[in-house]
Nanobody, 119 residues
Framework: QVQLVESGGGLMQAGGSLRLSCAAS????????MGWFRQAPGKDREFVAR????????YYADSVKGRFTISRDNAKNTVYLQMNSLKPEDTAVYYC????????????WGQGTQVTVSS
């Protein structure tokens, strides 16, 4: 069983920055990939960014490329999402996810943290 707990969400004005954290625990935590997704009201959940648990492989959605940075601290079993130049359209619940099989599959999810960007 893997537990993922997100933190760092909140209310921010457009142009500001927030850093989300996702702390993972559990005896079976041995991911291949960690990712961030988001879901805005009335919309489907969408991919934001992912990072391989070993190596330097990262990938971003076009909508956040150049503004968001995903990183990890393997010793702390934690992944981060640094969000700069926030826009109102970044408003969503942000979810952390972990995958143990490939870079593209996620089997464990956190409860989410709300990010609200005001204009």
């Amino acid at each position: 069983q893997v537990q993922l707990v997100e933190s760092g969400g909140g209310l921010m004005q457009a142009g500001g920055s927030l850093r989300l954290s996702c702390a993972a625990s559990g005896r079976t935590f041995s991911p291949v990939v960690m990712g961030w997704f988001r879901q805005a009201p009335g919309k489907d959940r969408e991919f934001v960014a992912r990072i391989a648990w070993s190596g330097s492989n990262t990938y971003y959605a076009d909508s956040v490329k150049g503004r968001f940075t995903i990183s990890r601290d393997n010793a702390k079993n934690t992944v981060y999402l640094q969000m700069n130049s926030l826009k109102p359209e970044d408003t969503a619940v942000y979810y952390c996810a972990a995958g143990a099989r490939s870079l593209y599959e996620y089997g464990d999810w956190g409860q989410g943290t709300q990010v609200t960007v005001s204009s």
